[in-house]
């Protein structure tokens, strides 16, 4: 139970990180360029693009990681508490 705890808790992190700085290298480049992000539809653009935050555009999957640490966070709990057998 501990085991698979620690892998919902660090999993979902792990891969919210990975795909938010995968975002941010296209970004930085598009900035270096001298273009603007457009977050919408994640090409790079000549004129200003409004800001827009990954939990409008990802909610399943910043609300849906978050909920598979705090379950995490209970098998963890559990685990701990449980006497070994």
């Known amino acids: 139970m501990l085991k698979i705890g620690l892998l919902l ?3 979902p992190i792990l891969l919210l990180l ?3 700085f995968w975002e941010l290298s296209d970004v930085r480049e598009c ?3 001298g273009g603007y ?3 919408l539809e994640g090409v ?3 004129t ?3 800001f827009v935050s990954w939990l409008e555009r990802y909610p399943l999957m ?3 990681g978050m909920l598979l640490s705090v379950v995490g966070i ?3 709990m559990v685990g701990l508490y449980v006497k070994r057998r």
Do not use: H, M, S
Request: proline share 8%.
């Open 37 to 39: 992000w457009n977050y």
């Open 48 to 50: 200003p693009q409004p």
């Open 74 to 76: 209970a098998f963890c």
């Open 31 to 33: 900035t270096y360029a």
């Open 62 to 64: 910043v609300n849906g």
């Open 18 to 20: 990975g795909v938010y």
């Open 9 to 11: 808790l660090i999993a």
């Open 44 to 46: 790079c653009r000549d």
